[in-house]
């Protein structure tokens, strides 16, 4: 932490001798030259050196281990996810990566994503990477858009010269999970030193880290759910497991139960009356299982499929990162640089075998079903057809087709280039242009095409042979299809199926700016300093969507066929896009005395978007003892929409959703009660009376095939949205802190920063359910914004589509306060030098504020749970000794309530808690050789074998991984070694 004490950074280096009162430099959060015990806001810095001791070669997650820096998106969190699968990004302030601006060298860098403007840090050649400084609050006055949380920099070395190497292996205890890095570097001076040339590059092997018996709560078939009183189930004797509670009063009384899926290799049919699991059939009939009696139905927490072994907790990834840095000084008042990097990221993801049932629904809003089988159906066995009382419904998990991947290759270009100089005595100039080009492939195979499996299941006999029944279908190849028991699916039929996804996507940057600084007035023995500059920047995206999403041509390109949304892939849409900003900023700093100043930002910015925004900073130093420093910082920041926001056609997602005409009967009863935020406050007979005036749902009442009650799904299409009208979103910040070194107490330093951020306006969508609940509890129904993204199917009634535009809509609140202690000493009589390194932080909010059902204003605060401490702690203790260097590091996490606010407490039937983790690692390194020329260095991270606190799918912040969460490490113990070699 910098302000009033040494650097983060261990090794002495430019920020480091800032702090000791070596010349000033431009140090992040200001254009203005200064000592960085001058800076306004918090600055953190991290080194190469301390990058190695925290034991991981992501960078991203060396970062993450700091208070107030969380992961934006890892490979542990996007597993199987479309757009982000493969990224590792940063959020400060746990306000989100398209919040918090990363620059390199002081510059904006492209877009590492699709979707949102966000740079991964994997795409960075870490071994190029001098020190990385990280600045919270508002600084938007000073770069732009995005800078609410704050500003994460990094800076490539620019005078290292020689040739350096650094080889690194790690291994985990469990399997898979295997890492190797290796660094080169070669710096080299010209010309008396004014020409310098940098290259160098970052290799990274990544292995996949997969569900299995080595970390064997990952592959556990549990869930959170409540237990099963029903007689028919009796023999799983749910209500009797560790946990759970045996009397019926309380049946809905969440525990750890057996859960798997009804979605079996198999298939279940007729409902359950009839299953297939491990090649073995039973039915409800006359092959009951060996542990009932009586008729008992298939019951998927027993009998069902364990989905959950061999899936990607973490995927893999082999990089390439190489870079290059030119300077030349044209003269003494002049000099040029130019810096090229390029990265190569491949990742891949492997997910779970595609499972499909007759219900499962496909096409333009949901128009076809797959369907049942004929009871005519050639293949139905005996086992089915003793239970059949008509077409014979199905659910199946279609291993036969293959495991669902996500693979990616994605390639980054950026350029940045600068011309500084002196105008004067009194003033310097910078010029700077850059350009940044991503590009993204993606592979999505062994999805299923739904429309052609509809085609495979209805077939017909012709002498002696089973064919599809389709004239037009057999044309195009179509192969009937046995899905009766486990393999029994052909390699043609799966062919026949297999829908092989892909798309690709592109973002491209080009900015160019200059600025000037120096002293522009005396006042006594004091300078007022100043910046101005200008700035030029454009954001382009080209989306290539898989053409089952692209609703201009479809599987066969042609528009006038209706062949979109035919698979199981949620595939993203094609879209070009753009904008221009074009931007004028100025900072002033001003010594009001020998250890007094007071600075000022501003910027101003004109959207081709948005139009112009404005952004400011206040902020002073106080210094009134060389061991006492002040530090305040006031800020107004935007966040301009990215093109996404902006401009992206509705994209496909999958939202859970509990209708409010569930429940509903003919009559105009059944309806208790709504779900949403402030559900509370919605008035049923309304609710009742526009769910009744809904033609499908008469429609649905009308068909004697249904239901007395409207029965609807509970998940339904809930595409996102761009949205053409959304503005910018605008923050403001404080920032106070106090640094202290006492003369009283040799070798500590006490940091301690209050901050809060208040967005309002913040862009987001409102959640399908509460745009459902919204539309159907208004008096002014249908005619609203609610109901106008709503779409119902007008023959079930059911709800098929609800598109969540991207809206200003909420307030959002972070506050807290960050600690940070450091104390050098030595004990008597024992050679060497310790380092006691506390990083603390505690949020003191954490909201949101919205408007709810009945216009009511609620507020959310997520302190308190699981993900969302209140507290974050990080200690570390080092131990020198001449050239030899090891290093302790705990890391706390504290624990949680799953929902703190409708399950505060064990009363509560879905109350659960997590208690508090704790990692240990250890880090070792000696040098030796003339000019310490070598280095062998290792350690051992999660020295318990920690994986972390089980959080199955029923929880809110669990899922069916079970050991992926924030408080846990998928790796679980894990040896590293390295070497290093300098000449």
């Given amino acids: 932490m910098v302000g009033t004490q040494p650097a983060y950074a261990q090794t002495t280096g430019p920020v480091q001798d800032a702090v000791e009162g070596a010349d000033e430099i431009i140090v992040t959060g200001s254009r203005i030259r200064r000592d960085a015990v001058e800076s306004t806001v918090p600055l953190v810095v991290i080194d190469f050196d301390q990058f190695d001791e925290i034991g991981t070669t992501d960078l991203a997650e060396a970062l993450t281990e700091l208070p107030g820096v969380e992961e934006g998106i890892s490979q542990r969190n996007s597993n199987n996810f479309i757009q982000t699968s493969g990224l590792s990004t940063i959020s400060l302030r746990r306000l989100g990566d398209d919040r918090t601006l990363a620059l390199i060298n002081g510059k904006r ?4 994503s699709g979707n949102a403007d966000r740079v991964s840090v994997s795409t960075i050649p870490a071994g190029l990477v001098e020190r990385t400084e990280i600045t919270t609050g508002g600084l938007s006055a000073i770069y732009g858009s995005d800078a609410i949380a704050g500003v994460v920099n990094f800076m490539i070395e620019d005078d290292f010269t020689g040739f350096e190497t650094d080889a690194r292996y790690s291994t985990p205890e469990a399997s898979g999970g295997e890492e190797f890095r290796l660094n080169a570097t070669y710096g080299t001076e010209a010309m008396d030193g004014r020409a310098y040339f940098l290259i160098g590059g970052t290799y990274r092997d990544e292995k996949m880290i997969m569900a299995d018996a080595t970390r064997p709560n990952s592959i556990l078939p549990i869930s959170f759910d409540d237990p099963s009183f029903s007689n028919n189930d009796s023999f799983a004797d749910q209500p009797n497991q560790p946990g759970c509670r045996p009397e019926p009063a309380n049946n809905d009384f969440h525990c750890f139960l057996g859960n798997r899926s009804s979605f079996t290799p198999g298939g279940v049919f007729e409902g359950g009356d009839a299953w297939n699991v491990g090649g073995v059939w039973f039915n409800d009939r006359s092959l009951q299982p060996s542990d009932r009696t009586g008729s008992s139905d298939f019951f998927s927490d027993v009998d069902g499929y364990n989905f959950r072994p061999d899936r990607t907790l973490s995927g893999s990834r082999e990089i390439l990162n190489l870079g290059a840095t030119a300077r030349y000084d044209f003269t003494p008042d002049l000099t040029g640089s130019l810096t090229a990097l390029y990265s190569s990221v491949e990742s891949n993801t492997i997910g779970g075998f595609q499972n499909v049932s007759g219900t499962t629904r496909y096409g333009l809003l949901d128009a076809d079903s797959v369907g049942n089988i004929s009871s005519s159906h050639p293949l139905i066995p005996v086992e089915v057809e003793e239970t059949r009382s008509g077409s014979v419904s199905f659910s199946r998990r279609f291993v ?22 002196s105008l004067s005595d009194n003033f310097d100039f910078e010029l700077y242009g850059t350009y940044g080009y991503f590009k993204q492939e993606q592979q999505n195979p062994n999805e299923i095409n739904l429309a052609r499996l509809s085609a495979a299941l209805d077939v017909e006999t012709v002498s002696g042979n089973i064919q599809c029944s389709d004239a037009d279908r057999r044309a195009e190849g179509c192969v009937p299809i046995n899905i009766f028991g486990e393999n029994s699916i052909t390699a043609d039929a799966a062919d026949y199926i297999r829908y092989n996804g892909f798309g690709e996507q592109s ?17 006594g023995p004091h300078a007022l300093q100043a910046v101005f500059g200008a700035e030029f920047r454009r954001e382009e995206q080209s989306t290539t969507g898989d053409p089952d999403g692209d609703s201009i041509g479809g599987l066969d390109g042609d528009p006038t066929t209706n062949d979109v949304f035919q698979t199981t892939l949620a595939t993203f849409p094609s879209v070009q896009s753009s904008y ?36 400011w900073n206040l902020a002073s130093t106080w210094r009134p003892t060389p061991n006492l420093n002040f530090r305040a910082n006031l800020a107004k920041a935007q966040r301009a929409p990215s093109l996404t926001e902006f ?23 059944g309806i208790t009660g709504i779900s949403g935020d402030g559900s509370a406050n919605a008035d049923l007979a309304i609710v009742t009376a526009n769910c009744l005036s809904e033609p499908g749902i008469q429609a649905y009442f009308a068909d004697p095939e249904q239901d007395p009650d409207f029965d609807p799904p509970g998940s339904v299409n809930g595409p996102n949205s761009g949205n053409p009208n959304v503005r910018e979103e605008t923050a403001s910040t404080l920032t106070l802190g106090v640094g202290y070194r006492p003369e009283w107490f040799d070798g500590l330093t006490l940091v301690v920063d209050y901050f809060r951020i208040n967005i309002d306006d913040a862009i987001t969508s409102i959640s399908t359910q509460n745009t459902v609940s919204l539309c159907y509890s208004a008096s002014d129904f249908p005619n609203n914004r609610f109901c106008d993204v709503i779409t119902r199917n007008p023959e079930t009634g059911f709800i098929t589509e609800v598109i969540n535009f991207q809206e200003n809509l909420n307030e959002e609140n972070v506050e807290g306060i ?19 390194r506390l990083n603390y932080s505690h949020y003191l909010e954490d909201e949101v504020v919205f408007e709810g059902i009945g216009g009511e204003e609620i507020t959310t605060t997520s302190l308190g749970e699981i993900g969302s401490a209140d507290d974050e702690f990080r200690a570390t203790m080092s131990y020198d000794l001449d050239k030899f260097r090891l290093r302790y590091t705990l890391l706390f996490e504290e624990g949680g309530v799953d929902d703190p606010i409708n399950d505060p407490d064990p009363s509560f039937e879905r109350y659960f808690k997590t208690g508090d983790e704790f990692f240990h690692r250890i880090y070792a390194r000696y040098d030796f050789g003339a000019d310490d020329r070598y280095r062998i260095y290792g350690g051992v991270n999660n020295i ?3 994986f972390g606190p089980i959080l199955p799918s029923g929880l809110d912040n669990g899922s069916s991984y079970n050991i992926v969460s924030d408080l846990g490490d998928i790796v679980g113990r894990e040896f590293y070694a390295g070497v290093r070699v300098r000449f």
């Fill in 109 to 112: 860098a492209v877009s590492n």
């Fill in 400 to 421: 036969e087709v293959g495991q669902n991947q996500r693979i990616n290759e994605r390639d980054t270009i950026r350029l940045m280039s600068d011309l500084k100089g």
């Fill in 507 to 523: 973002r491209t940057q080009y900015s160019a700016g200059g600025y000037v600084t120096g002293d522009l007035a005396q006042f």
């Fill in 580 to 615: 221009d900003v074009v931007e004028a900023f100025g900072e002033l700093k001003l010594p009001l005395s020998d250890n007094f100043t007071a600075e000022a930002a501003a910027r101003i910015a004109n959207y081709t978007t948005v139009g112009t925004v404005y952004s």
């Fill in 647 to 669: 401009f992206s056609p509705a994209r496909t997602d999958s939202d859970g959703l509990n209708d409010p005409c569930s429940g509903l009967l003919a009559d105009g009863t």
């Fill in 818 to 836: 960050d600690v940070t202690l450091n104390y050098e000493f030595a004990l008597p009589k024992i050679p060497g030098e310790f380092d006691l």
């Fill in 944 to 946: 318990f074998d920690n």
